[in-house]
């Protein structure tokens, strides 16, 4: 769809890439940004390609292009937009986009990043209301345009009802139903599919040199993200898991569970890893569906944690009728709000709490979990 539109000339003012970070969104974005700039594309009936020899390819690989500009969620509390940013976080957005020129399928995100505020919208629309320096298409990548406020996304749909002359603009997003139904009904969206597992097996066992066996279990949690997978490779993926489990059998214990509940969450956020505490969010949310799968059948042929099956019976004879989509969504909800301004434990011991209220309703006749032990 994308060769055709620049054969044909006939580029979207503004494009909606909609999937997760790790599946390819933003190396697409990058791609097609260079694409857009480069200075003598190859181009043929079906094709259109940077050539990556002329001096806006040399520009834009290094993402130091001036026609190239980024709108990233800022830390909270830190700048109005990127003008303001502090030395210290001058430097950390560089070396972010230095990485990330380098290798598109690490996170663009500053730490603590929560939200794109209307400051920076107002600065893009001064910058494209100024003749390019460099003259020629310019193109602005608006990462993670879900994470914009109601005061930024609302100047923004301004921006998209003027467009601009050779201008680009290239959104990312997770969750495509946080924007505003009026941007999203004036740009054009992909979806970004997760990447397949067993291109993502492969891909382990040549690059990460993982056995075969292995490289099934790292692709299995992965859930398609590739930065995901490459993640969990360098990691012992067994040891997160069982941190994990261990996080829901304390959580579901009887009434003298607070303090090693509370000791365990300081434990799994040592050293503000926010990585390892997605990955246990992640590695949870997985055994949960496959508890959910069991309860349902007792079949295990398709389960991600096979080897668990005896663990997930039993689990499943206790909490089976649980609301597993309520338990996942708080999951779900925990692992969006990693990358944002929240204090690890209080979001992990938050998380734990409300899974014990889910799995409390589903006791039968009592409204708080039993004192017995969890089989987990």
């Not at 026609?67 to 909270?76: E, G, I, M, R, Y």
């Not at 926010?274 to 949310?285: F, G, I, T, Y």
Request: proline share 4%; charged share 25%.
């Amino acid at each position: 769809m994308l060769q055709l539109s620049l054969v044909q000339r006939r580029i979207p003012q503004a494009l909606l890439l909609i999937g997760d970070d790790g599946a390819g969104t933003v190396a697409l974005a990058l791609e097609l940004a260079r694409t857009l700039l480069c200075e003598a594309p190859h181009i043929t009936e079906r094709t259109y390609d940077r050539c990556g020899d002329c001096h806006s390819c040399r520009q834009s690989a290094q993402l130091q292009h001036p026609n190239l500009q980024f709108v990233l969620p800022l830390p909270a509390g830190k700048a109005a937009s990127e003008g303001e940013l502090t030395t210290a976080l001058v430097e950390e957005w560089r070396d972010v986009v230095s990485e990330v020129s380098i290798d598109p399928y690490v996170p663009l995100r500053l730490q603590q990043a929560s939200a794109i505020r209307i400051g920076q919208i107002r600065e893009l629309k001064r910058m494209l209301a100024m003749s390019s320096a460099a003259g020629g298409r310019r193109v602005v990548i608006l990462h993670h345009a879900d994470d914009m406020n109601t005061e930024a996304a609302n100047a923004f749909l301004k921006t998209l009802e003027e467009p601009h002359t050779d201008v680009t603009l290239l959104l990312t997003c997770e969750r495509p139903e946080v924007l505003l139904p009026t941007i999203r009904s004036r740009c054009q969206e992909l979806i970004i599919p997760p990447i397949a597992d067993e291109d993502l097996t492969r891909y382990l066992i040549k690059s990460e040199s993982l056995a075969e066996q292995e490289a099934r279990l790292v692709t299995a949690f992965a859930q398609g993200s590739l930065y995901r997978a490459r993640r969990m490779a360098q990691e012992q993926v067994s040891d997160e898991r069982r941190l994990a489990l261990e996080l829901l059998r304390t959580a579901l214990r009887g009434k003298d569970y607070r303090i090693d509940l509370v000791t365990l969450v300081d434990h799994i956020c040592e050293g503000k890893q926010r990585d390892r505490v997605d990955n246990v969010l992640s590695l949870l949310s997985v055994w949960l569906r496959d508890a959910r799968c069991v309860a349902v059948s007792e079949h295990h042929a398709t389960l991600v944690n096979s080897d668990q099956y005896d663990a997930l019976l039993r689990f499943s004879q206790g909490f089976g009728q649980a609301d597993f989509d309520q338990a996942l969504s708080v999951l779900e909800e925990a692992a969006a709000d990693i990358h944002r301004n929240v204090a690890l434990p209080l979001l992990l011991l938050s998380c734990a709490l409300q899974l014990r209220r889910v799995f409390a309703a589903a006791r039968q006749g009592s409204p708080t979990p039993s004192s017995h032990p969890v089989a987990v």
